[in-house]
């Protein structure tokens, strides 16, 4: 008798976990303890079962001979496959049950299954606790792709797989092989609804543990592989979400939002410089303006908005080199609809802080094309077209904006920016004016053609994400020499200076 590896299978009730030890008691290397907790677990618990006493005439009930001298004596197999049921884990427990061994979590959606979720996400903490976080792996995906769940198990486990595995002898269980098993479990069926609250409970723990199975085969997961964030550090940021800060995973409006159910939201986006938000005043009044001219109600008080703003930095530790997008929705509606009247939760307020450099390269400049369409699309055609950014026109075809920022352009020393007639009114725009102003530049509000865009010495844009950022070409034609323009470095440093200078202190906020 050799000392022998134990692999314990931890699940709710009526998760396949039969069908799953059966497949591993087909490998010529594994001997399958099931449910040896049971006994013990009857006894502590002392709850009624059918054939309690018989169990525990036959069974080992104490705790500890179960563990040292079953799960873990010695045997003649390399491998014993432990199928437990996370409930049965109770009080009076060996600590080496956890500790030594190989663990995984075998969970099952709570729609098909309603039972001890619980209990699985404690063992499943434990064990991260102690350094050995377990693999998880879903009924669903074993259902759905069995040899490709077990192979990544036996991986994730370091055993080596056999393709026995995918099928057992006839007369255990309901059917002898996962293929056979995928067709028949698991019809769509409707969901018992008096168990509504404890699915509610249910759900999120499932959710949890799903997070870490590593194959998702489900309809609705991603078919796509995980991207790479532009900056990684954002990969791990608390946002806040109507009246709370929750994890980036987390964070999502409900499906009866006005946002989701049609667009109706309006935003701000802020940055942060040196401990300090710029503008910060000047974009609450422009968000609150923007409410008011959606007659948006039960909006939150600026007092409201300020603190979720100062309380999402200081949680996330963003105080520089970060940037906010600030939204307002009309809030949830009772059942969809367009209409205002069905809005009766409030607004939802949306904090999403982020560590964001400015956006554009505004060392070497960006390029610029013209958008054919007025509405809608046209940084889908600037993207179309390999621009940064798109211009759009006004509705007599004079140059407005960009779909992101607002535009200047300097002609023979006079810098010249579109009136705010058909633009946002930016406050990045409205900045760079009084600069231009202090600087003593000359400055003209007015009309501006394409052709005075294509012909121009430089061409600059504004906005808070990526602040000044020179354009060296708008629709194939070079601006200037093709080089970041004097005024446009000047207007840069200028606006740095004051970025790094003013702005509404977070510290401040904490002190007061
Ligand atoms: C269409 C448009 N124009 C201009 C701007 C720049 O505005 P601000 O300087 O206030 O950031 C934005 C900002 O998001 C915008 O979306």
């Known amino acids: ?63 500890n001979k179960v563990v040292n001298d079953i799960i873990y004596r010695p045997g003649n197999n390399k491998y014993r496959f432990c199928k437990h049921i996370s409930k049965q884990r109770v009080l009076g427990l ?27 996400v404690q063992i499943y903490n434990e064990l991260c606790d102690i350094g050995k976080p377990p693999p998880v792996i879903d009924a669903e995906e074993l259902q759905k792709d069995p040899e490709a769940t077990l192979r990544g198990l036996c991986n994730d486990l370091e055993i080596p797989f056999q393709p026995s595995m995918l099928s057992w002898e006839a007369g255990k269980g309901p059917c002898k092989s996962w293929l056979i098993l995928c067709h028949v479990v698991n019809p769509f069926q409707p969901f018992p609804f008096y168990l509504y609250d404890l699915l509610e409970r249910s759900l999120p723990l499932y959710n949890m543990l799903r997070r870490h199975v590593k194959k998702k085969s489900s309809l609705l997961s991603s078919p796509l592989p995980l991207p790479d964030l532009p900056v990684p550090a954002n990969e791990k940021l608390l946002a806040w979400v109507g009246d709370e800060l929750v994890t980036r995973d987390s964070s999502k409006v409900s499906v009866f939002d006005s946002v989701v159910q049609g667009g109706d939201s309006v935003w701000e986006g802020l940055r942060v410089y040196k401990r300090k938000i ?24 600026r007092d409201e908005i300020k603190e979720a703003i100062f309380k999402t930095l200081i949680t996330n530790g963003m105080f520089d080199n970060a940037h906010i997008r600030l939204s307002l929705t009309r809030g949830k509606k009772v ?9 009766l ?18 060392e070497r400049g960006i390029v610029l094309v013209t958008a054919t369409t007025r509405r809608n699309s046209p940084n889908v055609e600037g993207n ?46 409205s900045t760079v004016m009084d600069l231009l102003v202090k600087e003593q530049f000359i400055l003209e509000e007015r009309r501006i053609s394409l052709s005075e865009v ?13 602040e000044l950022s020179p354009v060296v070409k708008v629709d194939g034609r070079t601006i200037g020499n093709g080089k970041v323009g ?27």
């Open 1 to 63: 008798m050799e000392e022998v590896e134990v692999i314990h299978a931890w699940s709710a009730p009526r998760s396949l976990s039969t069908s799953l030890m059966y497949s591993f008691s087909q490998r010529n290397d594994v001997e399958v303890l099931d449910e040896p907790l049971y006994a013990h677990f009857l006894r502590v618990s002392g709850f009624d079962r059918p054939y309690r006493d018989q169990i525990l005439s036959n069974m080992e009930s104490d705790g």
């Open 94 to 120: 060996p600590e080496d049950l956890i500790k030594k061994g190989k663990h995984f979590i075998f969970i099952r959606n709570p729609l098909d299954i309603l039972l001890g979720l619980l209990e699985l």
């Open 278 to 301: 710029f503008k910060l005043e000047e974009h609450l009044d422009r968000i609150s303006d923007s409410a008011k001219a959606l007659a948006f109600e039960n909006v939150p008080t």
């Open 335 to 343: 059942t969809s609809g367009m209409s205002p009247s069905l809005n």
């Open 345 to 362: 939760y409030g607004c939802t307020l949306i904090v999403l802080a982020e560590w964001k450099p400015p956006v554009y390269d505004n």
């Open 384 to 429: 179309n077209a390999k621009a940064d950014d798109a211009i759009m026109l006004d509705q007599d075809g004079f140059v407005s904006e960009t779909n992101a920022t607002n535009i200047f352009i300097v002609k023979k020393g006079r810098v010249l920016t579109p009136h705010a007639d058909y633009c946002l009114p930016g406050i990045t725009r």
């Open 454 to 466: 294509h012909t121009a010495d430089e061409v600059w844009t504004t906005g808070t994400m990526g």
């Open 486 to 512: 004097p005024i446009t470095r000047k207007l840069q440093a200028v606006y740095k200076n004051l970025t790094e200078e003013s702005g509404v202190p977070i510290q401040n906020y904490l002190e007061t």
